[in-house]
């Protein structure tokens, strides 16, 4: 494929790499490797009493880690590394010292302390989503919210704490430019919602009713296969809140079944073979430095939203996945057409209280609130205290939904229990950027022929060109400017939503 | 209960422990414990191309445990504790430098080779045992051979290398005795072996026929519960070859399922229930030194075999386990009687070529076979063009079978593939262990009456306050003695061979 992206020279990567540097963060990057084989492990396997070990041994690993990136040994090899003019040198570098700077102001009785926290944590808020008891949680965020806030100081004191927490998770985005993306979504959104509200067509789902639970994960698993995940290269299995984790090598997905709802499984399962796609795409061999490793959250997200929102919700992914249900639920999809099953899928949810449960046009207003109310909290502008009054608040707002319980509001995510504030906006920034690429894909593949054709290598083949295989070798911004031409921006993703409301509901904006 | 032991004090221990040393213990248990779940997933759960990363993390892991061993930190906390008359320090202190001096002699770029190899070589196993071809696996083989040679050169270059690495799995117990026992068993085993050979007797099995692989897993769990293990501290998993790992905080056991033959099912179940009884038994407060460590592998297969032989082979288990077998196979042993059980699950297998399906008489037959080459082989006195003749000339021997595929043959066992050389004893000497405490434990316990009762924790509470929470205050011999009131021995195993063999097939020894 000619796509004029200079290919990268793996061959000369290595060789001109230093030994020393190689080793050093060959241990650096087997050690992460295990601590998300753990965090997999204890979300998917773990019995329960095996808390105390686990904590014990991601303690450890944790501040090994952060060892390592201190090192006189990392410094040294480093130092050695970057009197060079070459460009991959550069990113190499540029990459290294950005976590190296952040990890030397972290001191690392404060990564124990926070390590420990993120194990526990994770563990009460199952247990209050559980109870649907804020209160049993409620100490325990203080707790979170305290310690991320010593993290974001101890890192630059000098900015807000919640831009240097978000940076963990996409360091080459302005926060201005999130600030930017929100404040136009967060307006621009509502009113579509509000003319969806007026429209009375109905898009009545074949995909409700009742379907059993093991063959919902032989069909995943199908799609999984039929989209590049063999069961060499990954693994399915089952949790509450979907998620992947990855490497060159393996992926493993997860997916959460709903007998009475098919969509939750199969929409999870494209979504996280779009993360997983995006793992094993990476370069093998640069598996240890950061050629091989993901330009993070932001273009993370771009895929699992690519392969969720613009394959699987087009009509031509149904005239694939309709006889594929027809086999397995023998028959039971015979009278459904993909006319259907596209409107049905592409429906805007009106009454839905679940982020991961949103249509595409909701789920970033229900981002956006997370955004908004998990800032306030880091930079101190709102209190724990006040959190589900402003969680009710903003529901009203931008959904016009008041949440009867907590389980169905603050307590739906793992992600704050797990530490990560600063994570949420990278679900938008991913979103914008999938639809810019769904955009520059079509200038180069029939994308509906190639699903009619059950040619998903094609469409996977340009990603693994413009995004997979560079790893981090570009900053974010160059690398959606190589892969889409432009900035990251909302009117792509606006055009799509637009299409499709004129498409379904005969909605005009 | 008043046993007449001394009980721990364990808040004396921890009182007394000093901080530098529990800091460093910690994250060696900690480093350890990692190790263990990686190889479980590996077992059970990773996929085939995961294998480069996880070398990658099992290298970089086991040498930051020798680094540990081997490391200033070490020898300063420790230096400074052993100073004192207390008993229990004097324990910790004896395993402690026990593994320290080893460690210490294993250059660490040969720790590395070492770590590479086992989790390749395994691989090159599966394969090899796959596509029943020696060939495929013999030059790895031979690979292993010769690194554990280096090892054991490295750690004592006086001794026989046999010796030196059978104490990495059972450091207390002299190969003198070893020898002993095997050369006891070898003489008296075929004899009894013909024995039954010469009798018309039959014990038809109500288990073989067809059993559905899900119900048989249902019926494992819930063996499971009964026994102790609960889905807080536990998991089942299916694997090839059965095993356990485990901490006091939970383990995690996997076992077979042949749907044609329920025993395999069954009595591997129980079999790794008493490994992971043994792992949760132990102190939990003391999880990360030699008080809460096990007391190496002769005293888990006494745990093991306990269970397995002494405990699910009686006739009174098949007046519990018939019961539940009806209620999960619909009836389908209504007619079957519990003398009729205990006949088949105890009969003596004439044909059998596969030692993890060997009856207690034949089995240790197996484990001779295995300990003679290892043992051969390691010290030189073997090579690897001659171990199928070896092995073959064995079998005859002592079993008088001649097998016709490698698979039945010498690439059955995972062990030497995983570089355990020296472990295949501990099986032997653990059922003779489990014997000796099936003896003992009649003096305080109505076992039979106890599992008519399904009051397995009075069974479990015998072992938990003789063996298991004992850890590694004693060595093996003192724990033997004080667990049974003798030296390990013979004859308690023989006795309890004859009786079957009278009460089965009538025949006197």
Same mark, same amino acid.
């Given at each position: 494929?000619?796509?004029?992206?200079?290919?990268?020279?793996?061959?000369?990567?290595?060789?001109?790499?230093?030994?020393?540097?190689?080793?050093?963060?060959?241990?650096?990057?087997?050690?992460?490797?295990?601590?998300?084989?753990?965090?997999?492990?204890?979300?998917?396997?773990?019995?329960?009493?095996?808390?105390?070990?686990?904590?014990?041994?991601?303690?450890?690993?944790?501040?090994?880690?952060?060892?390592?990136?201190?090192?006189?040994?990392?410094?040294?090899?480093?130092?050695?590394?970057?009197?060079?003019?070459?460009?991959?040198?550069?990113?190499?570098?540029?990459?290294?010292?950005?976590?190296?700077?952040?990890?030397?102001?972290?001191?690392?009785?404060?990564?124990?302390?926070?390590?420990?926290?993120?194990?526990?944590?994770?563990?009460?808020?199952?247990?209050?989503?559980?109870?649907?008891?804020?209160?049993?949680?409620?100490?325990?965020?203080?707790?979170?919210?305290?310690?991320?806030?010593?993290?974001?100081?101890?890192?630059?004191?000098?900015?807000?704490?919640?831009?240097?927490?978000?940076?963990?998770?996409?360091?080459?985005?302005?926060?201005?430019?999130?600030?930017?993306?929100?404040?136009?979504?967060?307006?621009?959104?509502?009113?579509?919602?509000?003319?969806?509200?007026?429209?009375?067509?109905?898009?009545?789902?074949?995909?409700?009713?009742?379907?059993?639970?093991?063959?919902?994960?032989?069909?995943?698993?199908?799609?999984?296969?039929?989209?590049?995940?063999?069961?060499?290269?990954?693994?399915?299995?089952?949790?509450?809140?979907?998620?992947?984790?990855?490497?060159?090598?393996?992926?493993?997905?997860?997916?959460?079944?709903?007998?009475?709802?098919?969509?939750?499984?199969?929409?999870?399962?494209?979504?996280?073979?779009?993360?997983?796609?995006?793992?094993?795409?990476?370069?093998?061999?640069?598996?240890?430095?950061?050629?091989?490793?993901?330009?993070?959250?932001?273009?993370?997200?771009?895929?699992?939203?690519?392969?969720?929102?613009?394959?699987?919700?087009?009509?031509?992914?149904?005239?694939?996945?309709?006889?594929?249900?027809?086999?397995?639920?023998?028959?039971?999809?015979?009278?459904?057409?993909?006319?259907?099953?596209?409107?049905?899928?592409?429906?805007?949810?009106?009454?839905?209280?679940?982020?991961?449960?949103?249509?595409?046009?909701?789920?970033?207003?229900?981002?956006?609130?997370?955004?908004?109310?998990?800032?306030?909290?880091?930079?101190?502008?709102?209190? +724990? !205290?006040?959190?589900?009054?402003?969680? /009710? #608040?903003?529901? *009203?707002?931008? $959904? =016009?939904?008041?949440?009867?319980? %907590?389980?169905?509001?603050?307590?739906?995510?793992?992600?704050?229990?797990?530490?990560?504030?600063?994570?949420?906006?990278?679900?938008?920034?991913?979103?914008?950027?999938?639809?810019?690429?769904?955009?520059?894909?079509?200038?180069? +593949? !029939?994308?509906?022929?190639?699903?009619? /054709? #059950?040619?998903? *290598?094609?469409? $996977? =083949?340009?990603?693994?060109?413009? %995004?997979?295989?560079?790893?981090?070798?570009?900053?974010?911004?160059?690398?959606?400017?190589?892969?889409?031409?432009?900035?990251?921006?909302?009117?792509?993703?606006?055009?799509?939503?637009?299409?499709?409301?004129?498409?379904?509901?005969?909605?005009?904006?």
């Amino acid at each position: 494929m000619d796509d004029g992206i200079p290919s990268l020279n793996t061959a000369h990567i290595k060789g001109s790499m230093n030994e020393e540097l190689e080793s050093t963060l060959k241990d650096y990057s087997a050690i992460q490797a295990a601590i998300e084989q753990l965090h997999w492990d204890q979300e998917t396997m773990m019995p329960k009493n095996g808390l105390p070990m686990r904590k014990a041994q991601l303690s450890y690993l944790t501040e090994e880690a952060q060892d390592i990136l201190t090192s006189e040994r990392l410094e040294k090899a480093l130092s050695s590394y970057e009197d060079s003019d070459d460009e991959t040198h550069h990113a190499v570098v540029r990459e290294l010292r950005r976590i190296q700077e952040r990890a030397k102001q972290v001191p690392s009785a404060l990564t124990k302390k926070v390590s420990d926290a993120e194990t526990e944590t994770v563990e009460v808020w199952r247990r209050a989503r559980k109870e649907d008891d804020f209160s049993v949680f409620k100490d325990r965020l203080e707790e979170m919210v305290s310690l991320k806030q010593d993290v974001a100081e101890a890192i630059d004191d000098t900015r807000e704490p919640y831009e240097v927490l978000f940076e963990a998770y996409e360091p080459h985005i302005e926060m201005e430019t999130v600030e930017r993306i929100f404040d136009h979504l967060t307006k621009e959104l509502p009113r579509r919602l509000e003319r969806v509200k007026q429209s009375d067509v109905s898009t009545p789902s074949p995909f409700t009713g009742s379907f059993d639970a093991e063959t919902q994960e032989q069909v995943a698993k199908g799609i999984m296969a039929d989209l590049g995940l063999s069961p060499e290269n990954s693994r399915l299995n089952l949790s509450t809140h979907p998620f992947t984790v990855g490497s060159p090598f393996e992926t493993r997905i997860t997916t959460r079944i709903d007998e009475s709802d098919m969509m939750k499984a199969l929409s999870s399962t494209v979504h996280e073979c779009g993360h997983g796609l995006y793992a094993v795409g990476l370069d093998e061999d640069n598996w240890w430095n950061p050629l091989g490793w993901d330009r993070d959250l932001t273009v993370h997200e771009s895929q699992s939203r690519f392969w969720e929102n613009h394959v699987g919700h087009r009509q031509s992914f149904f005239d694939y996945l309709l006889p594929v249900l027809n086999r397995h639920f023998r028959g039971e999809f015979d009278e459904v057409t993909s006319r259907e099953a596209y409107e049905a899928v592409n429906a805007v949810k009106e009454d839905n209280y679940i982020r991961t449960e949103a249509d595409e046009l909701t789920y970033h207003l229900h981002v956006a609130i997370r955004f908004e109310i998990g800032r306030d909290l880091i930079n101190g502008d709102l209190a +724990v !205290d006040d959190l589900q009054e402003a969680w /009710n #608040e903003r529901m *009203e707002s931008y $959904l =016009g939904l008041s949440p009867d319980t %907590v389980k169905e509001g603050v307590l739906q995510d793992i992600h704050w229990a797990q530490g990560q504030f600063g994570y949420f906006p990278t679900y938008t920034l991913g979103s914008m950027l999938a639809a810019q690429l769904n955009e520059a894909i079509e200038d180069d +593949v !029939d994308v509906d022929g190639a699903i009619r /054709n #059950e040619d998903f *290598e094609e469409i $996977l =083949g340009w990603h693994s060109q413009r %995004v997979h295989r560079h790893g981090q070798r570009l900053t974010t911004p160059e690398l959606i400017r190589s892969a889409t031409g432009g900035e990251l921006r909302v009117d792509a993703y606006l055009d799509h939503i637009d299409a499709k409301l004129h498409d379904v509901y005969d909605v005009r904006m």
